[in-house]
């Protein structure tokens, strides 16, 4: 059975940092990007962040130069660092994983992360 199980999310004051991490079993993600999404309440759910297979990245406008994901393939693993976090950053954040054999091509939509975990509470107090 294939799983993406998130941990380190919590309660953080403003300007403070939390490290994520998804641990992926069940089969290795080779030509797969990895990444992470989040849903505020009352909003639709969105990109964060993804790490094609090769460790190319991508980013949400507003998360650039806070967060940071990297992704350790031989321990099946991706994280995201985020660092001086907002009031805003507040949501649910999940891990995903989606087939993506073009390494610098990485994918930007819900639909196309097709491995999905259920998600790490993340709130930042202001």
């Known amino acids: 059975q294939v799983r993406l199980v998130e941990s380190g999310g919590g309660l953080v004051q403003a300007g403070g940092s939390l490290r994520l991490s998804c641990a992926a079993s069940?089969?290795?993600?080779?030509?797969?990007?990895m990444g992470w999404f989040r849903q505020a309440p009352g909003k639709e759910r969105v990109f964060v962040a993804a790490?094609?297979?090769?460790?190319?990245?991508s980013y949400e406008d507003s998360v650039k130069g806070r967060f940071t994901v990297s992704r350790d393939n031989a321990k099946n693993t991706v994280y995201l660092q985020m660092n001086n976090l907002k009031p805003e950053d507040t949501a649910l954040y999940y891990c995903a994983a989606g087939f993506a054999p073009e390494s610098t091509v990485i994918p930007t939509t819900w639909g196309r992360f097709l491995v999905r975990g259920q998600g790490t509470q993340v709130t930042v107090s202001s």
């Open positions: 069940g089969r290795t993600f080779s030509n797969y990007a």
């Open positions: 790490a094609g297979w090769d460790g190319t990245t």
